[in-house]
């Protein structure tokens, strides 16, 4: 069956440093693949998505490259700001159907 | 604007009883909503799917009967767990999605924190 995997958490950084979130999935078909963040007290919001094989989704800073031939979906930030503290999901959605699959979530902690 | 909201935010009930949590889209209509369980350090897992006016489809291993969903108008959707056990302790999602293709973002609702005693 289709499934999401993401790197355990915390992680812990200092304000500036670069960010990577690893994803990986299993999934039949051509899913589309998503991140989505939830900040303390929040629902979870959309980050950013890509719908095909070499798409790079990209909002706020932080980006994503859907590659195909390592069925990864890793999220990268330059720099990150205390501001970005929250627990990152990555999700696909298998084909046509509106249902997402969600990876555990990966808290990121950033420090001044 | 698509701003989901739950109430209560959080619940302690007694086991046995029933709990209503409801689930609102507060400025758009929402033709289909969504309901996730979510266990501590897990992922989301969809627990049900619902369309406005029709009955919910719920996923593999979920008690339709006792998680029990209606979706009454295109801006409300609740969820009543009857009979809560402890094992029902959880945190309960709600999203919402303005049309029923394959395309469409969901908006997560802030979740239900569900404790049964």
């Known amino acids: 069956g289709n499934s999401v995997t993401q790197m355990e958490g915390p992680v812990t950084l200092s304000e500036e440093a670069f960010l990577t979130i690893n994803c990986t999935y299993t999934?039949?078909?051509?899913?589309?693949l998503f991140w989505y963040v939830q900040y303390p007290g929040e629902g979870l919001q959309l980050l950013l998505k890509?719908?095909?094989?070499?798409d790079k989704g990209s909002n706020k800073g932080f980006e994503a490259t859907y590659r195909k031939e390592t069925t990864s979906f890793h999220l990268e930030k330059g720099s990150v700001q205390v501001s970005d503290s929250a627990v990152y999901f990555c999700?696909?959605?298998?084909?046509?159907?509106?249902?997402?699959?969600f990876g555990a979530g990966t808290r990121l902690a950033v420090h001044p | 604007g698509a701003v989901v909201s739950q109430h209560p935010s959080w619940v302690i009930c007694k086991s046995g009883t029933s709990v209503k949590i409801e689930c609102r889209s507060l400025?758009?209509?929402?033709?289909?909503m969504f309901w996730y369980r979510q266990f501590p350090k897990q992922s989301l897992m969809l627990m049900a799917t619902?369309?406005?006016?029709?009955?919910?489809?719920?996923e593999q291993g979920v008690e339709k009967d006792k998680f029990l969903i209606n979706h009454a108008s295109l801006t409300l959707s609740t969820l009543t767990v009857t009979s809560a056990h402890p094992e029902d302790s959880s945190f309960y999602i709600c999203?919402?999605?303005?049309?029923?293709?394959?395309?469409?973002?969901?908006?997560f609702g802030p979740g239900t924190r569900l404790t049964v005693l």
């Open positions: 999203s919402a999605s303005k049309g029923q293709d394959g395309a469409d973002t969901q908006y």
């Open positions: 400025d758009f209509q929402a033709t289909t």
């Open positions: 999700a696909l959605r298998d084909g046509g159907y509106n249902k997402l699959i």
């Open positions: 619902s369309n406005e006016g029709s009955k919910a489809t719920y």
């Open positions: 999934a039949t078909g051509y899913p589309s």
């Open positions: 890509a719908t095909k094989a070499d």
